[in-house]
């Protein structure tokens, strides 16, 4: 049995996400043995910004009241900042962290935790850019390859991935914290 049996991880990303900060997560919860779900604000597909086309399987508007044994929330500028203003998007982060389950952001993908106002007393990495929105949401910020505090997983860059991608899958293992 896989670490993940029985696990059903969504992805929540837009257009303009970073190709391999969804790709390659994704494809490390799979062959751990999750079911994946990739959620966007919209049906049919999202595009990376090196071109990588991925398949929605629901838009984040039907999804707000499922339930997710984890998130994962790519980075990609764009991405992150088109993410965060889909209320429904948000609204899934928001009910996900409330209820200690994990979740996983690299890059620019913590953006989204300032807007649904799950950051404070937290600890976490990203892009260096994000460090000071992070910080204002009331988050602690640290400059690591990868930090988990009680569920919450974050990276900083692609070069982060191998780190990111085994502490996401121990962490979806363990559940809710």
Do not use: Y
């Not at 969504?10 to 790709?23: H, K, R, V, Y």
């Not at 948000?90 to 799950?118: F, Q, T, Y």
Request: charged share 25%; glycine share 8%.
């Amino acid at each position: 049995m896989a670490e993940l049996d029985n696990k059903t991880i969504a992805i929540i990303a837009t257009d303009g996400f970073e190709d391999s900060e969804l790709t390659s997560p994704l494809e490390a919860v799979k062959n751990a043995g999750a079911t994946v779900r990739v959620l966007a604000p919209k049906a049919g597909t999202i595009t990376g910004k090196n071109g990588t086309e991925i398949s929605v399987d629901a838009a984040t508007a039907d999804s707000t009241g499922e339930s997710f044994d984890g998130i994962i929330l790519p980075g990609g500028t764009d991405n992150a900042d088109l993410i965060r203003l889909d209320k429904a998007a948000v609204e899934i982060v928001r009910n996900h962290m409330s209820k200690d389950l994990p979740l996983g952001a690299i890059c620019h993908g913590a953006w989204i935790l300032a807007d649904a106002e799950a950051l404070k007393g937290r600890a976490l990495t990203s892009f260096p850019s994000l460090q000071t929105d992070l910080r204002n949401a009331g988050a602690t910020w640290v400059d690591e390859e990868v930090h988990c505090d009680q569920g919450l997983v974050s990276s900083r860059t692609p070069d982060d991935l191998p780190a990111f991608n085994a502490k996401l899958v121990e962490e979806f293992a363990e559940g809710q914290h």
